[in-house]
């Protein structure tokens, strides 16, 4: 089996900064894309960030140039850089990967619990 474990939310004031981190752990042979998405309360689910193995990223329109998504490929760990934080960005952050374990040769998703970003003065 596969977790990913992720860290570092909280609350902070808006113009703040905050670092995620997630780690995945487990039988694993390789990771793919790996991704940040968050929901805030009432909201669908959305992609914020996403880098693949060869450190190629996206990230959606609205946090361009505050996020910055990176990863460790030898930890199986990927981060989320926010800055310039604002009240809109609060919602409850997810880590998401494409993982291929040991011994297969099939590609399946992994969620984390989700970690709670608060942006409130």
């Known amino acids: 089996q596969v977790q990913l474990v992720e860290s570092g939310g909280g609350l902070v004031q808006p113009g703040g900064s905050l670092r995620l981190s997630c780690a995945a752990s487990?039988?694993?042979?390789?990771?793919?894309?790996m991704d940040w998405y968050r929901q805030a309360p009432g909201k669908e689910r959305e992609l914020v960030a996403a880098i693949t193995s060869g450190g190629s990223t996206n990230y959606k329109d609205s946090v361009k140039g505050r996020f910055t998504i990176s990863r460790d490929n030898a930890k199986n760990t990927v981060y989320l850089q926010m800055n310039s934080l604002k009240p809109e960005d609060t919602a409850v952050y997810y880590c998401?990967?494409?993982?291929?374990?040991?011994?297969?040769?099939?590609?399946?998703?992994?969620w984390g619990q989700g970690t709670q970003v608060t942006v409130s003065s």
């Open positions: 487990g039988s694993i042979f390789s990771i793919n894309t």
């Open positions: 998401h990967a494409e993982v291929r374990r040991s011994g297969t040769l099939i590609i399946t998703a992994y």
